[in-house]
Nanobody, 118 residues
């Protein structure tokens, strides 16, 4: 059974930092594509960052230069380092195992809340 478990969310002030973790079990992150998404109530879930099987990364324009996605395959864990946080970054953050081509995510975590206050 595949499980993705996020942690590291919390409340910070504008300009602060958080590091989200996503521990995978029943699923090997090595040579896989994975991503971080976020969602606020009443809006669609949006992809924030993606890391491909070759380690290449892509980011939403809104987080470029502030967020960094990475994987530790030895620990089967995905990370999202978030710096210079803004109130508009407030959302529930989800990690996901992705197809390395087009298609909807394979698996989702349960989410971790990030709240940024001004």
């Amino acid at each position: 059974q595949v499980q993705l478990v996020e942690s590291g969310g919390g409340s910070v002030q504008t300009g602060g930092s958080l590091r989200l973790s996503c521990a995978a079990s029943g699923y090997t992150t090595s040579k896989k594509c994975m991503g971080w998404f976020r969602q606020v109530p009443g809006k669609e879930r949006e992809r924030v960052a993606r890391i491909d099987s070759d380690g290449s990364t892509t980011y939403a324009d809104s987080v470029k230069g502030r967020f960094t996605i990475s994987k530790d395959n030895a620990k089967n864990t995905l990370y999202l380092q978030m710096n210079s946080l803004k109130p508009e970054d407030t959302a529930m953050y989800y990690c996901a195992a992705l197809w390395c081509g087009p298609g909807t995510p394979l698996y989702w975590g349960q989410g971790t809340q990030v709240t940024v206050s001004s």
